[in-house]
């Protein structure tokens, strides 16, 4: 489960290390409880109060700073799109579920004391004690009833919280918000675009001339407001695709690389190595074969 969530803690107080800027391809939410913080995200500075939730894609270059004169106390919850949207768009048919996550690189919900804070506290507890599980259980062990319990109802809190973070959210992208520029919707409609696109063959060139924008443009742009070239973004969305290919799929790992838009698998393999520090036969080996259809 590790290799699908990355964080899933409830009320974590300090423990805190002064990382620098960084990004990954997990997707965020991220609850302050209390203490005194400076949440920076891209070239946006947050000063947060307690009950502030943010939504976050994070592939967007983000730090926290918070005091270290008063307890820092918050709760996290990063997961992999590709892990959860298969039950989200072929089980439940709600893919838009998953909207404030891509439409914005992340959006700050100031919730104060509205009483659904205590529900989402409550699932991102029950999130934290059902991952716990899973892990005590152990990855090797993943076909057992036991593990599969709790898996599922980790994905049923998950798609509950995200349903609540929907909600919640649904007013924000019918609004002009001040949290959103112009240059930001402008890389949001790229990332979008990049999105669905990942898996063909992508150059600077190619992906500006489908926009119609300037190439020197969107590259500076991007660069801009995410920290990431247009290509590093390209190749984390295919690296995500590819775990998630090798992890739940049979095809080959040739056919992954050409699906995913690889010019040649051992191009693919020495990314993926580089990236990951395995090569995808080695990953695959790692993962518990899955079991059988009855």
Not at 51 to 57: F, S
Not at 100 to 108: E, S, Y
Not at 251 to 276: A, M, P, Q
Request: hydrophobic share 35%.
């Amino acid at each position: 489960m590790d290799n699908w969530i990355k964080n899933a803690f409830y009320k974590k107080r300090n423990e805190f290390s002064q990382s620098d800027f960084h990004s990954h391809t997990e997707f965020e939410i991220y609850r302050f409880h209390e203490g005194e913080c400076r949440y920076l995200i891209g070239n946006k500075i947050y000063h947060l109060q307690p009950g502030d939730i943010i939504v976050m894609n994070g592939l967007t270059l983000h730090r926290a700073f918070p005091s270290l004169e008063v307890p820092y106390v918050r709760s996290v919850v990063s997961f992999s799109s590709e892990w959860i949207k298969p039950s989200l768009c072929k089980d439940l048919n709600l893919p838009e579920l998953l909207e404030p996550f891509i439409k914005m690189d992340h959006v700050l919900l100031r919730m104060g004391d509205h009483e659904c804070l205590k529900t989402i506290d409550l699932l991102m507890e029950d999130i934290e004690k059902t991952k716990l599980n899973c892990d005590r259980i152990g990855h090797a062990n993943r076909a057992s009833l036991t593990y599969r319990m709790h898996e599922g109802k980790f994905k049923i809190s998950l798609i509950q919280l995200l349903m609540m973070i929907y909600e919640l959210s649904h007013s924000y992208f019918h609004t002009d918000g001040d949290d959103c520029s112009e240059k930001e919707q402008r890389v949001f409609q790229i990332k979008k675009w990049i999105d669905q696109n990942y898996s063909k063959p992508l150059s600077l060139e190619s992906i500006a001339s489908s926009l119609a924008i300037s190439r020197s443009y969107m590259a500076a742009l991007f660069k801009e407001v995410t920290g990431l070239s247009v290509m590093e973004y390209v190749m984390h969305c295919r690296l995500n695709s590819a775990r998630y290919m090798l992890e739940m799929e049979d095809k080959t790992i040739l056919n992954i690389s050409v699906d995913i838009g690889f010019e040649s698998v051992s191009h693919f393999s020495r990314y993926f190595k580089r990236k990951l520090g395995k090569t995808p036969s080695e990953y695959r080996k790692l993962i518990p074969k899955k079991m059988s259809k009855a």
